[in-house]
C-alpha cells in the first residue's frame, strides 16, 4: 500500500482523538520515502540510530520546518552530537544524561526539547527510569538551562491487558507532573506505537510514534 494511503487511513483513524505531534518513527526508512513523507505533510522524524539520522539529515537539509526527534536508547559518547543535530531527545533516564546533553547544548540559540523515558511496564527490555524516579529527574532536567522538559515517553506492555494499565499509569504520572508549579508547563505525553496508537490516544497520549503503520515492515538491509 502507497505511503499516501497508509496515512490517509491513520488520519482517519485518529480524526476523534487527533495528537498534537505524528511522529513518524523512521528507522530504516531512506531519505527518499522521508521526503515523499514530507511531500504529504509530514514534519516530525523519529530516529533510533545516530549516524543513520545524520546521513538523512544530510539529504533532506533542504526541506524546511523538519523537526528530528531522536527516540532510540542513548549512549553517553553520543550525547553531544544529539544536543548539537536534534530539536527533541524523548529517551532521557538519568541525570548524568541529561546534564551532558545540557553542556552540549550550551550556544544554541535554542534549548534542547527533552523527554523522560519511563519503563513503565518494567521489561528489562525496554528502557527508561523506573516511575518512582521520574519526580527526581523532573527537577533536575528543570534546572538545567540550555534544556526543556516537555514530559514523558514510554513504551507500554504488548499485551493489551496490561499496556491499557500502562497507558494509564503514564496519564497519571503526567498529570501529577503537570500540577506542579515547577512543571506546570509540560505539555507532551509520548506513547502509542502502530500497535496500539488509538488506545494511547483515548488515554491521554498527544504524541504518538508511527512506524510500520505508515512504512510498512522495514530491515537494515532496505537502507
Same mark, same amino acid.
Given at each position: 500500500?502507497?505511503?499516501?494511503?497508509?496515512?490517509?487511513?491513520?488520519?482517519?483513524?485518529?480524526?476523534?482523538?487527533?495528537?498534537?505531534? +505524528?511522529?513518524?518513527?523512521?528507522? #530504516?526508512?531512506?531519505?527518499?520515502?522521508? $521526503?515523499?513523507?514530507? =511531500?504529504?505533510?509530514? @514534519? *516530525? !522524524?523519529?530516529?533510533?540510530?545516530?549516524?543513520?539520522a545524520?546521513d538523512?539529515?544530510?539529504?533532506?537539509?533542504? +526541506?524546511?520546518?523538519?523537526?528530528? #526527534?531522536?527516540?532510540?536508547?542513548?549512549? $553517553?559518547?553520543?550525547? =553531544?552530537?544529539?544536543? @548539537? *543535530? !536534534?530539536?527533541?531527545?524523548?529517551?532521557?533516564?538519568?541525570?548524568?544524561?541529561?546534564?551532558?546533553?545540557?553542556?552540549?547544548?550550551?550556544?544554541?540559540v535554542a534549548?534542547?526539547?527533552?523527554l523522560?523515558?519511563?519503563a513503565?511496564?518494567?521489561?528489562?527490555?525496554?528502557?527508561?527510569?523506573?516511575?518512582?524516579?521520574?519526580?527526581?529527574?523532573?527537577?533536575?532536567?528543570?534546572?538545567?538551562?540550555?534544556?526543556?522538559?516537555?514530559?514523558?515517553?514510554?513504551?507500554?506492555?504488548?499485551q493489551?491487558?496490561?499496556?491499557?494499565?500502562?497507558?494509564?499509569?503514564?496519564?497519571?504520572?503526567?498529570?501529577?507532573?503537570?500540577?506542579?508549579?515547577?512543571?506546570?508547563?509540560?505539555?507532551?505525553?509520548?506513547?502509542?506505537?502502530?500497535?496500539?496508537?488509538?488506545?494511547?490516544?483515548?488515554?491521554?497520549?498527544?504524541?504518538?510514534?508511527?512506524?510500520?503503520?505508515?512504512?510498512?515492515?522495514?530491515?537494515?538491509?532496505?537502507?
Amino acid at each position: 500500500m502507497p505511503l499516501a494511503e497508509r496515512l490517509a487511513h491513520v488520519q482517519c483513524a485518529i480524526a476523534d482523538h487527533p495528537p498534537q505531534c +505524528l511522529l513518524a518513527a523512521s528507522k #530504516h526508512v531512506t531519505a527518499e520515502t522521508l $521526503r515523499g513523507a514530507y =511531500a504529504l505533510g509530514l @514534519r *516530525h !522524524f523519529g530516529e533510533n540510530y545516530l549516524q543513520e539520522a545524520l546521513d538523512k539529515q544530510t539529504a533532506l537539509r533542504d +526541506l524546511d520546518g523538519v523537526v528530528w #526527534h531522536f527516540i532510540g536508547r542513548i549512549q $553517553r559518547n553520543k550525547t =553531544a552530537a544529539l544536543a @548539537r *543535530h !536534534f530539536d527533541w531527545v524523548e529517551s532521557v533516564d538519568r541525570p548524568l544524561i541529561a546534564e551532558r546533553l545540557h553542556a552540549a547544548r550550551a550556544g544554541m540559540v535554542a534549548p534542547l526539547n527533552v523527554l523522560i523515558e519511563v519503563a513503565i511496564s518494567g521489561e528489562g527490555s525496554k528502557g527508561g527510569c523506573a516511575p518512582e524516579e521520574v519526580p527526581v529527574l523532573a527537577l533536575a532536567i528543570s534546572r538545567l538551562s540550555h534544556l526543556r522538559l516537555r514530559g514523558l515517553m514510554a513504551l507500554v506492555h504488548p499485551q493489551p491487558e496490561r499496556a491499557g494499565a500502562d497507558f494509564r499509569r503514564m496519564a497519571e504520572l503526567f498529570l501529577t507532573l503537570q500540577q506542579t508549579q515547577v512543571h506546570a508547563d509540560l505539555d507532551t505525553l509520548s506513547m502509542g506505537t502502530s500497535a496500539d496508537y488509538l488506545q494511547a490516544l483515548q488515554l491521554g497520549a498527544t504524541e504518538i510514534r508511527l512506524g510500520t503503520i505508515l512504512f510498512g515492515t522495514r530491515t537494515q538491509e532496505s537502507l
